[in-house]
Each structure stands twice: as structure tokens, then as C-alpha cells.
């Protein structure tokens, strides 16, 4: 079942187009890593896709069971969160904010769903404790778990495991595998190529060609390419 | 002591004493709800910028000699913080320029219209009442003190209802924009409701100091409070208990009502400051 249908996609800033030609689809259960050098357009593309940026051609296609609305995104980090003085709970709570509609409260039920996606994180135990006192791991589990009251079907990640040490980010990759293992749709941008062996397709995002296959077939052919950069 | 509290009861019979302690309490109270927001989203600027444009409109309106002055000064405002918002949001360092550039104008031509087309024979008094505030909460009418309840209430209204969306705006406008919602309106929102607050802040402090009242208590409640929730009551609280004593004590001592607000706010900074040293 296909989720996401990208077609002739084009991406850019302003005037100027970053990469063009871009074909894939995300189906259900997929594990998309979405890599490339700085500057290809890779944030640019989930940035696209959620519809924060304008595209330059092409079609977005989202099938009938998937709503924009749906989608839990990963954001990079800004430099507003890093001294928000906000706790674990209300961040991981603002995820339920698609399903307020024009209601301006949460319900009991809402908050009991945001209490389990901390429990499924093990964050549960930092519920109290204020956002900006966590180390980098635990704050990407935070707006992991975010992400997931937004949508128990497909998660959009962008860089997470940005200025993670090595252990703290397999730690990270473990549990998206977990989840990805439980029926969660997964695409992640990344320059850790590392991620590359959980995931089931890769995007190369190139300036002239993007290329899209899964990922025993990409890394036989483009494996030497990408590795040795 | 009970001369004292003898003094403060005899002020308190005033009708003026009492207008002038509902008005500064609850604007004391919207400038802190909106200022939390404004800090954590380096939007603290935006609120020095209009305070300066408000300025410039009050020189205007005074010349012409407009019947209703606030709302002609309210239009103004309104319409600089949407302009502030605008170019605030393309790059970080042209919406600078582009509030310090509007600031210094409005400020300027403020001072300029005033002098140049002066009706009153102490212009740099009235332009010093302007700025400062001086003794304009004193002579508040009982149309103004309703106006500015109403106003105040709305304010209140407004963010308690829209309280999750102000988080999640705040806190990460992407996420948020992502979900389907409209960030742009919320944020238009609260530029328009900061610039209420800072016209009607005018008569309280004066359009210098504004930003004073919209900047310490979220940062004194920033030093103490983890959640976002904690800042925003305790952030309220001390705002409200700043204006209050800030009031009295300038009744008590005549000294400027404006300045004496921000200086028991600097000094309940200092305080957080201190405690959430030793937390």
C-alpha cells in the first residue's frame, strides 16, 4: 500500500532549483533513508513533502489512508529549544495539537496517549523534568515521542542523530528499528551512513540523477561511491 | 506602621488611586502573559519597536488634535506589528534593522512633530509624560479604565483558550506547521495583541520603559520555573505583584509612576536571579 507517491519532483530556494527529477514512493513499512551531500536537498525535501516549502514542479501524491495531518515529523533542532523551559510532558502533549481540531483543551484520552508514547520511549521517568535540562539523546527521544502522538503511521525525521555520540545514536537507531519492526513507516535524512542497515530503500539525492531502489540493490551498485566520500 | 497603613487607606479612598491600581495590575498581567512568548521566541524587540511607534502616533494624533486619540494610536500600532512581523520573518538580520529602522524613525518624528507643531507651552514636559508615563495613570477617566478592563479581559480570554496553541507556537512553530495549522495567524495574533497591550501599557509606564514590563517577569520566572505552564502563572504573579507595589510605593514617596514599576521588576529579577543560583 503506498502512502507517498513522488513525481518529477523539483526542490529549491527562490530562484534557484537544488535538485529536479526526483521519483519515489513510500509504502507502508518502509525504512527510507534519504541521503546526499550538504546543500543537495535533503531537508529541503521532507520540508517539501509536509508542504513548510514550496515546491518548484512535479507531484506530491498522498494515498487515500494517509491525511497530511498524519504525518509525525522530526524537526532539526532550533536554537529557541535549547533553554525552553518547558517539560518533558507538555512537549511530548503538544503532539496531540491535530487532534484539538477547534476544541481548546485536551481530553483525558489525548493526555493518556502522550503518558503511553513516553512510556514506549522509557521517558516516563523525565515527564517533570524540564526539556531544556536533557542531554542531546534524551532530547531526541523527547520529540520522538512527539512525533508519535502526532501519527501512529509514518514518521519523518529530519538529521535526528545530529551531534549524538556514536552509542547515544545506535541507542536512537534501535529503537526506530523497533518501532519500524511494529508496522511504523520510517524516512530519515541523514549523513550517518550507518543508518544504512536498518533501512529497506535509499534515496541518493544527486544534483542531475536522484537515484531510488531498495537498498541490497543500491548498496551493490553505489556502495563504492558513497563509501568512499 | 499604622500611620502607615493610616496614609495607604487614605490614598486607597481616591477614586483616582484605585483606577489607577486596576489599570496597572492588569495590564501588568496581559504584558507578562504575551511577554513569555515574546522572550522565549526572540520576538523582545518587536515590543521596544512599537512602544517607539505608539510614541510617534501619540505626537501625531496630538497635533491634529484627533478626538479619540488611543484608537488612532491603536491603528498605527497594529499596523507596525504586522509590517514587524512580516519582514522579521524573511532573515534574522533584516527584520533587525528593519524594527531598529521604524523605532528611531517613529521616535524621531514623534519628538520633531511635537516640537514643530507644538500647542502647549512645555513641550519637553509633555514629550517626558509621553515617554516615561509620568503621572497619565493618575488621570485616567472612567472611559478609559473600562476600556482597558475590557481590553485586558480579552487578552486574558484569548490566551487561556489558545493556551495549547501558544505553546506549540512557541515552542516549535515547524512541528506545528507541519500538523496543518495555521502558524502564520497565531503568530499575527500575537503581534497584534502585543501591540494592544504596549498602547495601552502607554499610560501606565510610558512608551520607553514598555518593554520592561514585557520582558522581566518572563525572564524572572524563566530563572525558577521548568515548565512552560509554571513560567507563565508564576511569570504572571510577579508582574502583578510588581505593578502593585510599584504603584503604591510611587504614591507613597511621589516618585514617577512608570519608573517605579520597572525598578521593583528589576529588583524581583535580581531576587530569581539569586534563588535559582542556590536551586
Request: charged letters at 15%; hydrophobic letters at 50%.
Amino acid at each position: 500500500m503506498s502512502y507517498i507517491k513522488i513525481e518529477d519532483l523539483s526542490l529549491g530556494y527562490d530562484s534557484e532549483i537544488v535538485c529536479s527529477n526526483i521519483n519515489f514512493e513510500i509504502n507502508k513499512n518502509d525504512y527510507l533513508c534519504i541521503i546526499g551531500e550538504n546543500g543537495a536537498g535533503k531537508s529541503t525535501l521532507i520540508k517539501t513533502i509536509l508542504d513548510l516549502k514550496e515546491k518548484k514542479a512535479g507531484k506530491i501524491l498522498f494515498s487515500e489512508n494517509l491525511k497530511k495531518s498524519e504525518i509525525g515529523y522530526l524537526p532539526q533542532q532550533t536554537v529557541v529549544q535549547k533553554d525552553f523551559p518547558a517539560t518533558v510532558y507538555e512537549v511530548v502533549l503538544s503532539g496531540m495539537l491535530s487532534q484539538l481540531k477547534y476544541r481548546p483543551f485536551y481530553t483525558k484520552k489525548e493526555k493518556n496517549h502522550a503518558k503511553q508514547e513516553m512510556e514506549k520511549l522509557g521517558i516516563t521517568h523525565l515527564q517533570n523534568k524540564s526539556y531544556r535540562q536533557l542531554s542531546g539523546g534524551q532530547q531526541q527521544r523527547v520529540l520522538l515521542a512527539r512525533a508519535l502522538c502526532a501519527s501512529d503511521k509514518i514518521l519523518l525525521l529530519d538529521e535526528p542523530v545530529t551531534g549524538l555520540d556514536p552509542q547515544v545514536t545506535q541507542e536512537f537507531y534501535g529503537l526506530l528499528k523497533s518501532l519500524n519492526e511494529q508496522g511504523m513507516t520510517i524516512v530519515m535524512v541523514s549523513h550517518d551512513l550507518s543508518v544504512l542497515k536498518y533501512a529497506t530503500h535509499v534515496l541518493y539525492l544527486k544534483k542531475k540523477v536522484p537515484i531510488f531502489m531498495e537498498k541490497e540493490m543500491f548498496i551493490e551498485r553505489y556502495g563504492k561511491e558513497i563509501y568512499n566520500d | 506602621m499604622t500611620n502607615f497603613i493610616a496614609t495607604l487607606q487614605y490614598y486607597f479612598s481616591y477614586p483616582f488611586v484605585q483606577y489607577a491600581l486596576i489599570v496597572g495590575v492588569l495590564i501588568a498581567l496581559c504584558s507578562s502573559l504575551l511577554g513569555v512568548t515574546l522572550v522565549l521566541k526572540r520576538f523582545s524587540f518587536i515590543g521596544d519597536g512599537l512602544s517607539h511607534v505608539a510614541f510617534g502616533a501619540m505626537a501625531v494624533a496630538t497635533v491634529l488634535q484627533f478626538t479619540s486619540q488611543t484608537l488612532f494610536i491603536m491603528i498605527v500600532t497594529v499596523i507596525a506589528a504586522i509590517f514587524l512581523l512580516r519582514t522579521g520573518q524573511n532573515t534574522k538580520i533584516k527584520g533587525d534593522s528593519a524594527i531598529a529602522m521604524l523605532s528611531v524613525g517613529a521616535l524621531a518624528i514623534g519628538y520633531l512633530v511635537m516640537n514643530i507643531f507644538s500647542t502647549s507651552a512645555n513641550v519637553s514636559g509633555d514629550v517626558c509624560s509621553t515617554l516615561f508615563g509620568s503621572t497619565t495613570i493618575l488621570t485616567l477617566t472612567h472611559f478609559e479604565v473600562i476600556v482597558c478592563i475590557v481590553m485586558s479581559l480579552l487578552v486574558v480570554l484569548f490566551y487561556v483558550l489558545f493556551y495549547n496553541r501558544i505553546f506549540a507556537v512557541t515552542f516549535d512553530e515547524e512541528f506545528m506547521k507541519a500538523t496543518g495549522k495555521k502558524v502564520e495567524l497565531y503568530n499575527l495574533i500575537i503581534a497584534v495583541l502585543t501591540a494592544v497591550i504596549v498602547v495601552l501599557a502607554m499610560n501606565l509606564v510610558g512608551s520607553l520603559l514598555i518593554t520592561a514590563l514585557l520582558i522581566f517577569p518572563a525572564l524572572s520566572a524563566m530563572k525558577i520555573m521548568n515548565s512552560f505552564k509554571g513560567v507563565v502563572i508564576y511569570s504572571a504573579i510577579l508582574s502583578v505583584i510588581g505593578a502593585f507595589v510599584g504603584i503604591i510605593l510611587s504614591i507613597l514617596f511621589s516618585t514617577p509612576v512608570g519608573a517605579t514599576v520597572v525598578f521593583i521588576n528589576i529588583m524581583i529579577f535580581i531576587i530569581n536571579w539569586i534563588i535559582s543560583i542556590f536551586k
